[in-house]
């Protein structure tokens, strides 16, 4: 899961970078107010990606991690819906 997310950063990233520079190297010859649009587009990739990449997947147990306590750790679990506690 942290690859793909990883992978899915650097194309957006990547194509943040092209816009920006095909939008001042050639584009701008053509049309400055297209040139500006890609910049505008290019300004709004990068929190994008970085709200993308630290998403947290139903998988990933980021900050409630096994804490070495038994009980502790079955209680989070049962809130996580990992274990369901039987009576």
Known sequence: MYARRRRV??????????LFVS???FVRLFSVEA???MCVVAM???PVAAMIANR???DDRWWDDPSGDPKSD????????KRRHED
Do not use: H, K, N, T
């Not at 950063?9 to 092209?18: A, N």
């Not at 079955?74 to 819906?81: F, I, K, T, V």
């Open 23 to 25: 939008a001042w190297a």
């Open 44 to 46: 709004v990739i990068p």
């Open 74 to 81: 079955e209680w989070w679990d049962e809130l996580d819906g």
């Open 35 to 37: 040139a500006v649009a």
């Open 9 to 18: 950063y650097f194309l957006l990233m990547g194509g943040c970078l092209l």
């Open 56 to 58: 947290r997947g139903p």
